[in-house]
């Protein structure tokens, strides 16, 4: 699948965030290394930190339908461009990279930007 139709499925999936709080709607769509995507998006508590990010719903979607690898992770919000993962999703992507790596893909106003995990998650926590 190419980056770009990545970005349009993030863009669809943060329609449906729930984002009574911060407003803030965020989409993201997961590449595994089987070649099958899978959407999610950010949904809100009122108690904080309850609230899930896009990113880990759609990694969290993939692993239930048995994915153990990912690819690549699409990330959109129409409030934001350049619209980077936490902290808590890059560590979470950090342990279901695939044997490709893990790219990330970002929305500008030029269109998208791909960087690595390991550039965006130098020195990450593993056991």
Do not use: H, W
């Not at 759609?58 to 409030?79: D, N």
């Not at 950090?94 to 500008?108: A, M, N, P, Q, R």
């Amino acid at each position: 699948m190419k980056y770009e139709e990545m970005i349009k499925l993030a863009a669809k999936a943060s329609e449906n965030a729930y984002v009574p709080y911060s407003k803030f709607p965020v989409g993201a769509c997961v590449l595994a290394e089987s070649g099958k995507v899978y959407t999610g998006c950010n949904f809100e508590n009122s108690s904080y930190g309850m609230t899930i990010c896009g990113e880990r719903n759609a990694i969290g979607t993939a692993i239930a339908a048995g994915e153990r690898k990912i690819r690549a992770v699409a990330i959109y919000s129409p409030k934001m461009k350049y619209c980077v993962p936490c902290g808590a999703c890059r560590q979470v992507m950090s342990e279901f990279v695939s044997s490709e790596g893990l790219d990330i893909i970002l929305k500008t106003d030029d269109g998208i930007v791909v960087k690595t995990l390991q550039e965006m998650l130098p020195d990450s926590f593993e056991l």
